[in-house]
Protein backbone atom coordinates (compact mmCIF):
# COMPACT_ATOMS: atom_id res chain seq x y z
CA UNK A 1 0.00 0.00 0.00
CA UNK A 2 2.98 2.60 0.91
CA UNK A 3 4.26 2.09 -2.75
CA UNK A 4 1.00 2.93 -4.45
CA UNK A 5 0.61 6.25 -2.06
CA UNK A 6 4.39 6.62 -2.98
CA UNK A 7 3.59 6.44 -6.76
CA UNK A 8 0.24 8.25 -7.09
CA UNK A 9 2.14 11.51 -4.68
CA UNK A 10 4.75 10.92 -7.38
CA UNK A 11 2.52 11.36 -10.55
CA UNK A 12 0.39 14.34 -8.47
CA UNK A 13 4.05 16.19 -8.49
CA UNK A 14 5.22 15.20 -11.92
CA UNK A 15 2.17 15.32 -13.92
CA UNK A 16 2.71 13.75 -17.45
CA UNK A 17 1.32 15.65 -20.38
CA UNK A 18 1.92 16.67 -23.80
CA UNK A 19 4.64 19.07 -22.79
CA UNK A 20 6.39 16.74 -20.54
CA UNK A 21 6.66 14.22 -23.21
CA UNK A 22 8.13 15.98 -25.49
CA UNK A 23 10.78 17.65 -23.20
CA UNK A 24 11.95 14.45 -22.32
CA UNK A 25 12.17 13.35 -26.11
CA UNK A 26 14.39 16.18 -25.87
CA UNK A 27 16.51 15.94 -22.99
CA UNK A 28 17.26 12.72 -24.52
CA UNK A 29 18.54 14.28 -28.02
CA UNK A 30 20.54 16.98 -25.68
CA UNK A 31 22.07 14.21 -24.01
CA UNK A 32 22.89 11.95 -27.33
CA UNK A 33 24.63 15.48 -28.59
CA UNK A 34 26.60 15.46 -26.59
CA UNK A 35 25.51 18.53 -24.69
CA UNK A 36 24.36 17.08 -20.79
CA UNK A 37 26.59 14.65 -18.94
CA UNK A 38 25.14 11.04 -17.74
CA UNK A 39 24.07 11.48 -14.63
CA UNK A 40 26.35 8.23 -13.50
CA UNK A 41 29.60 8.83 -14.98
CA UNK A 42 29.56 13.08 -15.52
CA UNK A 43 30.57 12.95 -18.75
CA UNK A 44 29.52 13.80 -22.20
CA UNK A 45 29.58 11.50 -25.14
CA UNK A 46 27.62 11.62 -28.54
CA UNK A 47 25.51 9.12 -30.19
CA UNK A 48 24.51 11.30 -33.54
CA UNK A 49 22.70 8.07 -34.86
CA UNK A 50 20.35 7.89 -31.38
CA UNK A 51 20.13 12.36 -31.87
CA UNK A 52 18.84 12.29 -35.43
CA UNK A 53 16.18 8.76 -34.35
CA UNK A 54 14.63 11.29 -31.06
CA UNK A 55 14.39 14.73 -33.47
CA UNK A 56 12.96 12.32 -36.46
CA UNK A 57 10.84 11.81 -33.64
CA UNK A 58 9.87 14.61 -32.88
CA UNK A 59 9.03 15.52 -36.17
CA UNK A 60 7.06 12.59 -36.51
CA UNK A 61 5.21 13.43 -33.25
CA UNK A 62 4.46 17.12 -35.11
CA UNK A 63 3.16 15.64 -38.12
CA UNK A 64 0.40 13.11 -36.73
CA UNK A 65 -0.57 15.60 -33.87
CA UNK A 66 -0.59 18.88 -36.68
CA UNK A 67 -4.00 20.66 -35.55
CA UNK A 68 -4.90 19.01 -32.49
CA UNK A 69 -2.37 20.54 -30.41
CA UNK A 70 -2.97 24.20 -28.57
CA UNK A 71 -1.09 27.04 -29.90
CA UNK A 72 1.46 26.39 -26.70
CA UNK A 73 1.90 23.08 -27.58
CA UNK A 74 3.08 23.94 -31.35
CA UNK A 75 5.11 26.71 -30.50
CA UNK A 76 7.13 24.34 -28.02
CA UNK A 77 7.18 21.40 -30.52
CA UNK A 78 8.30 23.62 -33.57
CA UNK A 79 10.65 25.57 -30.95
CA UNK A 80 12.08 22.35 -29.81
CA UNK A 81 12.60 20.85 -33.11
CA UNK A 82 14.55 24.00 -34.48
CA UNK A 83 17.10 24.25 -31.72
CA UNK A 84 17.83 20.34 -31.95
CA UNK A 85 18.23 20.67 -35.43
CA UNK A 86 20.72 23.90 -35.47
CA UNK A 87 22.75 22.07 -32.56
CA UNK A 88 22.66 18.41 -34.58
CA UNK A 89 23.72 20.23 -37.61
CA UNK A 90 26.27 22.35 -35.76
CA UNK A 91 27.97 19.33 -33.94
CA UNK A 92 27.68 17.05 -37.35
CA UNK A 93 30.07 19.83 -38.89
CA UNK A 94 32.30 19.97 -35.95
CA UNK A 95 32.89 16.49 -35.72
CA UNK A 96 33.23 16.14 -39.63
CA UNK A 97 30.22 14.01 -40.20
CA UNK A 98 28.37 16.45 -42.13
CA UNK A 99 27.65 15.33 -45.52
Known amino acids: ?4 RAQNA ?6 IDFNTFVLSLCSSAVFHLGLSPHPEKQ ?12 IDI ?5 SKTQGNLSGDEER ?11 KYDRIKTECGCAK
Do not use: V, W
Not at 1 to 4: F, S, T
Not at 76 to 86: P, R, S, W, Y
Open 1 to 4: MNDE
Open 10 to 15: QDEEFP
Open 43 to 54: SCCRNLLMAEQT
Open 58 to 62: LKLLR
Open 76 to 86: LLEGLIDDLEK
